[in-house]
Structures are given as structure tokens and as C-alpha cells.
């Protein structure tokens, strides 16, 4: 049972001091990254979030993005995530088709967190890590980890970019390969 999160615990236990993820405010280690995501998961199902639910998440690349991210999928859960310049992040948890909860993680401190073990929860490379929303009347994208896995052999560097695309397959390209993401600037989309 290969799972996306399996692979990045497996660098954290092998190389923990390795960096991670790495933005222009801060970074994070391996190690860091996983002990973050486990307890970040921890507190995700402590308010409700029960695997197989739907995560939406919107907040700009970075390290925490990138733990809160692997925390979802540590719970067993698919994310939808969604860049924003907006000065609060944000996270909603589906309980149901169409029927959002938000979650309060204002006091959801990232960095310093404690963590335990890795968790137990169980995922299939056949289980869904994340939907792509699409265009109103389109279908949205559901994206195994079996997908994302196969796409881990594009990275080759020891530093790979992290441009903020909406199924963040970059960053776990790099991750899974036990290089650094480095988010970078998307190019300006011409108006």
C-alpha cells in the first residue's frame, strides 16, 4: 500500500535533517515537516475531519500549506487547495456533497508543533488525494495517489521548484524524491 505521505514519512525517518520545503520567509526539515503534518492531523480529526471527507484549503505556498496539506492526506483525506493573497488561510472540511464546515486554524500554529507517531490510517493508492475543481458546469478532477506517485520520477535535482499549480503535484514530486521544494513565482498571467 503505497500512499504519497508513506513515502515522505520513509525520508523523514532516513534523512529528518534534509530541508523540505523552502520559501523566501522560512523552511522547514523533513523531519519538521512530518512531525508538523502528524500532529496538524491529529488536530484536523480532533475537530471532525474522518477519512474519505473532502479538505478545501486556501492559502499561499509555503511550509505550513505544505504540512497542512500532508496532514489531510495523513487522515486519509483528499484536499482542494487554492492559492490566496489573502492575509487569513482557510480550510473547510465537505461532511457531506456540498455541505462545507469551516475549521478555525487562526490558533493553529504550524511551527513548534509536538507530534506523536506517525498515524495508523490506512490509504490505498487507489483512494483519492486531491480534486481538481474546474470551471462552473465542468466536472471536478479526482486525483488518486497512485497518480501522483507515478509522477515522482520528473524530479532530479536536489532543489526543485514548487510554482503553486492547484494540485500542488509539484511539491510532492520533489517530496516523494527526497529533494527541496523551493516555492517559486508563477509567471503573471497576461490580462
Known sequence: MRSIHRIIEMHAATNGDVPAVIDAASSCSYRELNAAANALARKLMAAGLRRGMRVQVSMPPSPDLAAFLLAILKAGCCYTWSDS?????????EESPGEWRDVDITDIAVAGLSSGPNLPVVARETDIACVLDREAGDRAIAVPHATI???????????????GESGAFDLWAALMNGATAVVTQRPAVAA
Open 85 to 93: 493573497d489573502a492575509a487569513a488561510a482557510s480550510l473547510r472540511i
Open 149 to 163: 506517485i507515478s509522477m515522482a520520477s520528473c524530479v532530479a535535482d536536489e532543489h526543485a521548484p514548487w510554482a
